[in-house]
């Protein structure tokens, strides 16, 4: 641990111009304080009652550290050790001794500490991957919004419901955490919803509890029969909400009272809460949106990272070791802190022609000027039949969806001419099917009767169906687009949904709204509207492997949903994906991975009909050693260089460009280096009048890789987010990413339809998840 003073920072004007984190390094007394943390061998038998005793912190705090094979125990901040505690056989560390990883996570503890101490904060839900949340109820963002609503309707919104500004808490080592070093703390803020009200309360606002996380939350003197159970308990599956109901947690139901549950409930749960309760089914969500896209201004964000250093430092951690918090680290050239500015990106170059390339940095305009890149092969589909599947009620919306397709939507700069026109197809057919009703049931009849092939044996190639945007508030199960497209990917049919809010909008709007939709269907169809420029042509296989979140909210994600992959050319030619069912064990993971890879390097050699000459494996979490067993085994002993490359779009790390409270997110393409193997990579649009989030993704290289260009890696990376055919604009996660995340997202989402995963494998050379 080295003592620096907080003066000892370099300013902007000291070094240039740069970009700022939101790293706070922690500064320590130049007389480093003789305070102790203690220590015993670590043993499974000893660190589990250990662990469970320090659970709360309030006697203490603990964690092992395996590369010494150590537990660490320290006081909790400011008190000093248990007396029954038995350290006589512990050994004694001096601060400044101790791992750099386990100082940052001191830190963590100590900041937690105090907000919830002397500052009434909050825990929201478990420390997720080494971040703490926290909230007050003091700043109750719905309640503001929806003042004027309540006052009108002559209620009142107290603290127990409503959308909170939370603070997450993490720490991190400048460098080797397994040696003494400087560390940062990293303050991020975002929002967490709380409806703490009985079941009931919920079920009688209409909304259903089927599938909604809980926690326990008993009243004094609870006989329930788990009156000392604390924390989640499970998900809701059935039952009455008035009495009880059924509970489901790891893999057993039971039937639990519903006064001793709460729920976990989404921002959709909680519009519909306040919607039913105001009676205002037309202002909530519009309102308490506002409110939060407010909170989410990156010059907002930055004052609160001010004004929340300035009450925590200084801090006291260990038993009387206190602490301040310097100022923001600057990237620059200086590469203080091991934080250096690297050169720019410039924007991704497309290109749009199968032979000689024809690039353009706006893909848009490319396929204006140039057409498709696949316009000249012959494997491409250009004869398209489609068909629009609408309810009664969206006849007319169905009616102008065909027109735009077929005749393009007039305009006085950049008309659109048409699906065929704009993709240079030989033949387009578009049909109306429209079907009586409007429930989900209704659109998964009408879905299975456009699969049934005509008398000449032909069946469409795409089928748009048409829903509303209110469709994403129905309940698990229920809604219309995915009961449509399960029965329709299930029949190797493209589907693609089209909302009424699009197509009531007027032309000057659904121009752009039109242009997306194609581009989407085209490359539905197994098609390559454009790729990158990638000059250097190495035989190059990238791998997105990708996870569905299961949301508790306000908590982030508590499960992960394994098991997708989807596979690319360097040039980003989206190739071909596996679609198998969600895996959440890590055991089958390991060997889902290992399969998926083997099989893809296969396919890859025999439809490219050449040798694969790299691999590259964008994966959404911590590689370690399962994702590296994986490529080995995969691999069978052949000498083929790989990278292991975790792309976190979930970083806590801010980029902003500015000084003083007057921040902007920093321009797109901007790079930071943290490590030989680690990079802030900032994406999204280059050019947008629009705010754009202050949070880069971070691209960490895996230390077993046998390719370590980062140079290359990050720049890949960034070129990926030119390529998602979702849309022309640039996104904020490479392709690679995005498509993994979607299609494991889809398989999980459509499985109550009757989507098989192995039946849907025909098709799995599309982009059908998109």
Not at 484 to 510: C, H, M, W, Y
Request: net charge negative.
């Amino acid at each position: 641990m080295v003592a620096q003073p907080a003066t000892s920072h370099p300013t902007a004007s000291a070094t240039g111009a740069g970009l700022r984190l939101n790293m706070l390094p922690v500064v320590f007394p130049t007389e480093i304080q003789h305070d102790v943390a203690y220590s015993l061998p670590y043993t499974q038998e000893a660190w589990e009652p250990l662990r469970e005793r320090a659970r709360g912190g309030k006697e203490f705090h603990i964690t092992r550290h395996l590369p010494k094979g150590l537990i660490y125990l320290w006081p909790h901040s400011g008190e000093s050790m248990p007396d029954d505690l038995d350290l006589s056989k512990a050994s004694t560390h001096l601060a400044s001794t101790l791992p750099s990883g386990v100082v940052a996570y001191a830190v963590r503890e100590a900041v937690v500490d105090r907000l919830m101490d002397h500052m009434q904060f909050e825990r929201v839900g478990r420390t997720i991957e080494g971040q703490v949340r926290l909230f007050r109820r003091r700043r109750n963002l719905a309640a503001e919004a929806l003042a004027p609503l309540a006052t009108a309707a002559g209620k009142t919104i107290g603290p127990e419901t409503g959308m909170f500004p939370y603070i997450a808490v993490q720490t991190m080592p400048f460098g080797d955490r397994d040696h003494p070093g400087q560390v940062a703390l990293v303050l991020d803020v975002g929002l967490v919803n709380r409806l703490d009200v009985p079941l009931a309360q919920l079920a009688a606002a209409g909304i259903d509890l089927v599938g909604t996380p809980v926690v326990w939350s008993h009243a004094e003197e609870c006989r329930c029969g788990f009156e000392d159970a604390r924390g989640s308990a499970g998900t809701i599956t059935g039952g009455d909400a008035t009495t009880a109901v059924t509970v489901a947690v790891a893999g057993e139901t039971r039937t639990v009272r519903s006064g001793c549950l709460r729920p976990r409930v989404s921002g959709h749960e909680l519009d519909r809460y306040f919607e039913d309760y105001l009676n205002d089914d037309a202002n909530v969500e519009r309102l308490i949106r506002a409110k939060a896209a407010a909170l989410h201004d990156p010059a907002t964000q930055w004052k609160m990272l001010e004004e929340t250093r300035q009450k925590l430092s200084p801090i006291t951690i260990f038993s009387a070791t206190e602490i301040t918090l310097g100022e923001p680290v600057t990237a620059d050239a200086s590469g203080a802190y091991g934080v250096m500015l690297m050169p720019p990106l410039s924007p991704p170059e497309v290109n749009l022609s199968y032979g000689t390339p024809r690039l353009f940095q706006n893909a848009a305009v490319g396929l204006i000027k140039q057409g498709p890149y696949d316009k000249g092969s012959t494997r491409r589909l250009d004869k398209v039949s489609a068909a629009i599947l609408h309810p009664p009620a969206f006849k007319a919306d169905a009616q102008r969806l065909r027109r735009a397709l077929v005749n393009g939507v007039p305009d006085q700069r950049y008309p659109f001419p048409g699906w065929a026109e704009r993709y240079e197809l030989k033949e387009l057919d578009v049909e109306l099917r429209g079907f009586g009703g409007g429930a989900w049931t209704d659109y998964a009849a009408a879905a299975h009767d456009v699969t049934a092939a005509a008398p000449d044996g032909s069946r469409p190639d795409i089928c748009f169906v048409i829903t509303q945007r209110s469709d994403r508030n129905t309940p698990r199960g229920k809604n219309p687009y995915l009961a449509a497209k399960a029965p329709i990917v299930n029949a190797n049919i493209a589907a693609q949904g089209v909302t009424v809010d699009l197509l009531r909008e007027p032309d000057t709007s659904f121009i752009w709204a039109i242009q997306s939709i194609c581009l989407q269907a085209y490359a539905k169809l197994g098609n390559i509207p454009y790729v990158l420029h990638d000059p250097d042509g190495t035989a190059e296989l990238v791998l997105g492997i990708g996870r569905h979140d299961i949301h508790l909210p306000g908590l982030g994600f508590q499960k992960q949903m394994i098991g997708a992959a989807a596979a690319f050319r360097q040039d980003g030619d989206f190739l071909f994906a596996g679609s198998t069912a969600p895996v959440t064990d890590y055991e089958s993971y390991e060997d889902t991975l290992a399969k998926l890879i083997s099989d893809f390097i296969a396919r890859f050699e025999r439809e490219q009909a050449t040798e694969l000459k790299r691999l590259v494996l964008h994966v959404f979490k911590k590689t370690g050693w399962r994702e590296l067993e994986a490529v080995e085994r995969a691999l069978d002993g052949r000498e083929i260089p790989f990278a292991l490359v975790h792309i976190n779009r979930d970083t806590p790390l801010w980029l902003v460009s500015g000084w003083g409270l007057a921040v902007a997110p920093a321009p797109a393409g901007s790079v930071v280096s943290l490590a030989d193997n680690d990079r802030l990579l900032m994406t999204g649009e280059y050019v947008t009048a629009k705010r754009r989030n202050p949070h880069p993704l971070r691209l960490t290289l895996d230390r077993d890789s046998t390719f370590q260009d980062m140079s290359r890696i990050t720049a890949q990376t960034q070129g990926f987010t030119a390529t998602s055919w979702r849309g022309f604009k640039t996104t904020y996660e490479p392709s690679t990413i995005l498509y993994g995340r979607l299609l494991a997202e889809k398989v999980s989402d459509l499985l109550d339809y009757g989507f098989d995963p192995q039946r849907a494998a025909a098709i799995g050379d599309r982009p059908w998840f998109l």
